[in-house]
């Protein structure tokens, strides 16, 4: 998973959560009293999410014995077997299909880009060069793919937001051409808060959104111009995260419908290329910001092929359910995923690639959440759904595939409660919510750390487009409010500067290294904070009978109201 979070710790349910408890949603709090929800409260023992029980689990998915947990290995065998044992020993029921398993189809491409992109085009030409100018793949499944002499268009961010009364496509048909786009949204040039979400990425910032509009349009291929800043990481990222072997979601039309050529270019090529083409990119990167742009033909042709090596297969989501004992058919949902890199290239002299923050520590956190569910008295009202994904380090595979083929209807699923990287480095002051202002969720998880004496506080990095980055958006994407929250911004012991020098450790030396993993020296005590608060606004909404909304200003609100409609 993507760095850039935050999680935390200290005990239980306080009076302030209790009366918290009696507090139903409206459009901007969560405030309505609910006798129901009162009563179950107050009858319901507080229960500790057990520190021992999450350092055992964790000890055990990020050992070397998974092998990485990559999916199409040994090591999702060994995982996913792993996870619905411990499923079947704390008593939770499987799925509606009597497995513990859902089957995620997918297909792995292995692709090998020509080593060259060729660009023509009055009487001037370019050349790209593989990994230093340009990266691509597809999610076309055939042994070649190629684009020959497509013509080139550039179309500003690549966006169609009707909500913010902007259309980089209007008036041009790109059937068959190559588009090339700005990486992030037109909110992120300035300071002018009103365009967008302004400095706050929007989904339209993501890179999967912009190949998604550019195949919606019939667009041959389209290349995203990397930007160090606005994108927020370097191009080294981008670079290994194009090459090897890629996860996709195998589909009907054998990915036919998506664009033939998906690609990055770095900004100096990009400025090569509009050199090429008579335009200055300073001057169109201007032009791209302002509203009403209009995409315009760059006067080029681009050709380059890649050949793919495809091996299809079925991965698998692990789920278990604690049935409702007053609402059993709506559902909340916990999440987290179990797959990570598996044994990849060495790194002093360590090639497993543990993830043990990434997701070792949502693993622990889910499985510790389900025993201390399972050891309440008083059952909740709602059933509750815990569910370990494939795929998320290759795109939120498992979860996007849960939210396409749900097992329970999404109209009826009350939230999803994300965890993804919890920081092992003891209690926080913090509790930061990713995507902050999206939901009434957030209400919730407020109450819940002022009954553990926490400040609640919003994404500190909102221009990197975090909320978009993890299996929660899998949900939101689909209308079930989704919150992923956590602490580790300010160490309740030790201060901001001690974490943020902790984090920067982390993304430089461990982050999707071998180095990620369990170490003896972890104080785990947040994250068992964290796991606590997970659980109690799990209690919270199992024992409600309404359902938290989105806010007015959220993009997930039209999906939602639809899922209510059908």
Known sequence: MPVSYQRVLIPLFGLGLLAGCQRQPTAETVSTTNPTAAAVAAATPTIEVSSADLEGYLKAVSSDEFQGRKPFTAGEEKVTTYLADEFKKLGLQPGPNGSYFQDVPMVEITA??????????????????????????????????????????????????????????????????????????????GADSTVFKGQAMTYYGRWTYKYEEAARHGAAGLLIVHDTKPAAYPWSVVQSGALGAKLRPQTPDKGASKCALEGWVTLDAAKRLFAAAGQNYDEAYAAANTKGFKARPLGLTLSTSIQNKLNRRVSKNVLAVLPGATRPEEYIIYSAHWDHFGIGKAINGDSIYNGAVDDGTGLAALLSIAKAFTQTPTKPGRTIVFLAVTGEEQGL??????????????????????????????????????????????????????????????????????FYRSDHFSFAHVGVPSLYASGGFESREKGKDYVAQLRQNYTAQQYHKPQDQYDPQWDLRGITQDAQLYFMVGQRLASETTFPKWRATSEFKGARDKSLQE
């Open 112 to 189: 090998t880009p020509a080593p060259t992109i060729q660009i023509k085009g009055k009487g001037k030409s370019l050349t790209l060069n593989y990994k230093t100018d340009y990266v691509a793949f597809t999610e076309q499944e055939k042994p070649v793919v190629a684009v020959q002499n497509s013509p080139l268009v550039f179309a500003g961010y690549g966006v169609v937001a009707p909500e913010y009364g902007w259309d980089d496509y209007a008036g041009r048909d790109v059937r068959g051409k190559t588009v090339v786009v700005l990486v992030n949204d037109p909110g992120n040039a």
């Open 397 to 466: 595979l498992g979860s996007a595939y849960y939210a396409a083929h749900p097992l329970y209807p999404l109209a009826k699923t009350v939230a999803d409660l994300n965890m993804d990287m919890l920081w092992p480095y003891g209690p926080m002051k913090d509790l930061t919510v990713i995507g902050y202002g999206q939901s009434e969720l957030e209400e919730y998880a407020r109450d819940a750390a002022k009954a553990q004496d926490r400040y609640i506080l919003p994404d500190q990095n909102p221009e990197t487009g975090m």
